[in-house]
């Protein structure tokens, strides 16, 4: 990853977003949500889309939300929305890079973001220790930045490799375990706590340390973020055979439903989500 681009390209970004609340649980935590913006005002977009970065960025985001009763299905909505009030004032500054910026813009709208969760919490019972994840893509011409925090995660898979690539780190020690070699992802996947993160937003947390990078990106290439429940249905290389298939090739095809139809399909029990933007 540059932390440090200097090269800008305009291009057309597709967008695709499912979500399903799964087999078990009787709602849905997860949220996503796609925005294209400017330094004046900002636009929801829906789940499917196509529209060029010559002229606004766009950021898309997942979060899964945690607490009982409802708390953990307002803590994700509450997160995602926040994206809207930071992102249009930060325009100027995206073009010319995390040093002049971005970083400090990100970092503040995760930490506006845990406050705002720890606010809500802390005032109603039903809402008491809510917490959410949040991996979070902001694209500007040729650049992906990105800021996350949690066991949602971001992918990237070029359009000239065979291999995806989590950018995100989980923040579990079972996600440290794996990317330091200790253990496989077979064995991360059956680890009894795998689902115990160490970083979130609002709840008991007091300091909120997003992991924050950037990518460059090319025609051909795919970004995916999604929560939890599709890994619990899908390996890495899964994750590609479904990507890569003809069937997500098509005019009227949904690359996102069709990962999680097949996390369902393999097992997942969760509240799954996915949502997937390629670069064309």
Known sequence: MNLHPTVSTATSLKWFGWTDRGKVRPNNEDAF?????????????????EASTANTDFAFAVSDGMGGAMAGEFASRITVEKITTLLPRSFKQSAVGLEAGVEDVLTELFGETHRALAYV????????????????????????????????????????????????????????????GKINEREARSHPRRNVLQKALGGSNQFVEPQVGAVAFEPGDIFLLCTDGLIEGLYDSHLVEVLRSPECAGPDANPAHRLVTEALERGCRDNTTALVVQVV
């Open 33 to 49: 949500v796609g925005v294209q913006f400017d330094a004046r005002e900002i636009h929801h977009l829906g789940k499917l889309g």
């Open 121 to 180: 919490g802390g005032s109603y019972e039903e809402t008491a220790g809510m917490e959410a994840t949040l991996s979070l893509c902001w694209f500007t011409p040729g650049w992906m930045y990105f800021g996350h925090i949690g066991d949602t995660r971001i992918y990237y898979l070029p359009a000239k490799a065979d291999a995806i690539k989590q950018l995100s780190h989980d923040d579990t020690h079972v996600g440290w375990l794996l990317r330091n």
